[in-house]
């Protein structure tokens, strides 16, 4: 049973078009994330979020832009999607595992969009 | 260049045979996680390792976590059509998780 939901799982649109990506997490979860996928299996970070009206880039640059307005949703928006932004696009959140002094990051990830620009 | 490499890339065994993959970090590992994804679909979280020398074991998947806290081995033992997928490891780095290059399994039956 998913605590995280994405929506639309499969996307696909042509060159130029808007396209908003949603995530939805029902946990409470403060931190939330945005993975670009490659079909060569590695996972990249192209945004995050520690909490409300809090946005961050990640680790790859991207043309996308999130927000973060609610604690349970974190939409990630293409004003103008292009073939390069063709990928699986994963949302994450995060919580406490164990004691709060643990420090422990775990992720819940939805399962996945997958976005083809023609 | 990748702060956390996986090896091996990809592993194709016969089913019932025991398999290692390996995860291997260029700085000190103070959280380590280790996912698994199935075609087309998001993360399962499998297990998180914390201390030098710890080992997690969940059915027949073992983690170990080695003494210097720069790598972690995954062991499958008696490998299943069920096993097959995409092996992640990540870790706390930078204040964020970040992921290795990923292991691919396939078994066969």
């Known amino acids: 049973e998913a605590d995280i939901y994405q929506t639309p799982r499969y996307l696909v649109i042509g060159t130029g078009k808007k396209i908003t990506l949603e995530c939805s997490q029902t946990?409470?979860?403060?931190?939330m994330y945005w993975y670009q996928q490659d079909p060569g299996m590695e996972l990249h970070l192209i945004h995050y979020s520690y909490g409300v009206n809090s946005t961050e880039k990640g680790d790859l640059s991207s043309e996308s832009t999130v927000s973060r307005i609610r604690t349970e949703h974190f939409p990630l928006t293409l004003e103008s999607a292009r073939p390069s932004h063709t990928s699986q696009y994963l949302c994450?959140?995060?919580?406490?595992?164990?004691?709060?002094?643990?420090?422990?990051?775990?992720?819940?990830f939805g399962a996945g969009s997958r976005l083809t620009v023609l | 260049s990748q702060e956390l490499e996986q090896s091996p890339q990809s592993l194709i065994v016969q089913e019932g045979k025991n398999l290692t993959i390996n995860c291997t970090s260029s700085?000190?590992?103070?959280?380590l996680y280790w996912y698994k994804q199935k075609y087309g679909e998001g993360l399962i979280f499998l297990m998180m390792l914390q201390k030098g020398g710890e080992e997690k074991s969940h059915e027949k998947i073992t983690a170990k976590l080695d003494e210097k806290k720069q790598q972690s081995s995954l062991h499958i033992t008696a490998s299943q059509p069920s096993h097959a997928g995409i092996y992640l490891c990540?870790?706390?780095?930078?204040?964020?998780?970040?992921f290795g290059t990923g292991t691919k399994l396939q078994v066969i039956p």
């Open positions: 700085k000190t590992l103070y959280g």
């Open positions: 994450a959140s995060s919580g406490v595992w164990g004691t709060a002094n643990s420090g422990a990051n775990v992720l819940t």
């Open positions: 990540g870790a706390d780095l930078n204040q964020k998780v970040t």
């Open positions: 946990m409470g979860h403060d931190k």
